[in-house]
């Protein structure tokens, strides 16, 4: 089922394929070093559907890495002493270090980017002796940090994960579209001003539904009309909506 025909969204992903699979080894705690090839490849590969049901842009970049992960997977079925054969090499190397060494690789300036983004910061609570009487807004509640798609996407994988298969009947007799929940949403966060992703989903019990309430949330996000956070990764994803400035 696709909505893409009546309501086309496009979301500018900026994280690309390796953000993606550095998001599944953190989320599920692996071994950066010993990758389980096999249950990664299953995960991104879940992840792209998904965001190919949303019709979202997905770079080429992704494509290739899905192929890349297939090939690795299918030279770890082969038996040590063959891989060597196939890849006409002396030596055994095992097919997943060349994809480990551009993850380290990457994992280091990103994590560089992190640590110089949190002391930019950090700087913008200090002032100088100048700025003594300076008046701090109020600390928030729960320390909230940015959402990224993916984060978006699990919620989104887990809530459609609820709903148990539709028949015909229910696909005919329930049509909503993405502008009516847009006014849904920002209606209820009128009302709640904080409010959770999964209470958002909660009730529906159609996929279709739940499409179309995800689509909604990210035009608002897109919009700057709705604001997401996580007091910690991996976590509740809060939805509220944007302050004006």
Do not use: C
């Amino acid at each position: 089922m696709s909505v893409s025909e009546e309501y086309k969204i496009r979301l500018d992903v900026f994280e690309g394929p390796l953000d993606l699979l550095l998001y599944l080894i953190r989320k599920d705690e692996i071994d950066i070093y010993d990758i389980p090839i096999e249950q990664i490849t299953a995960q991104y590969l879940q992840y792209l559907d998904l965001m190919q049901m949303l019709d979202l842009n997905i770079a080429g970049d992704f494509l290739v890495m899905a192929a890349t992960l297939l090939m690795i997977k299918s030279r770890m079925l082969l038996p040590e002493e063959e891989r060597a054969v196939a890849e006409g090499e002396e030596g055994e190397e095992d097919p997943r270090w060349e994809l480990v060494r551009r993850l380290v690789e990457y994992k280091k300036f990103k994590d560089i980017a992190q640590f110089l983004r949190d002391r930019a910061l950090d700087r913008e609570d200090v002032f100088g002796r100048e700025n003594a009487d300076a008046q701090l807004g109020p600390k928030s509640e729960v320390p909230l940090q940015e959402v990224g798609i993916f984060d978006l996407l699990d919620a989104f994988n887990r809530a459609l994960s609820r709903v148990k298969s539709e028949d015909l009947r229910e696909i005919f007799a329930e049509r909503f579209t993405v502008s009516e929940k847009i006014d849904d949403i920002l209606s209820r966060i009128r009302e709640t001003p904080r409010l959770s992703l999964s209470q958002l989903f909660e009730g529906m019990n159609s996929r279709h539904e739940i499409v179309v309430t995800f689509l909604a949330v990210l035009e608002l996000i897109r919009l700057r009309h709705l604001t997401v956070r996580q007091a910690v990764q991996f976590g509740e994803i809060i939805i509220e909506r944007t302050v004006e400035t």
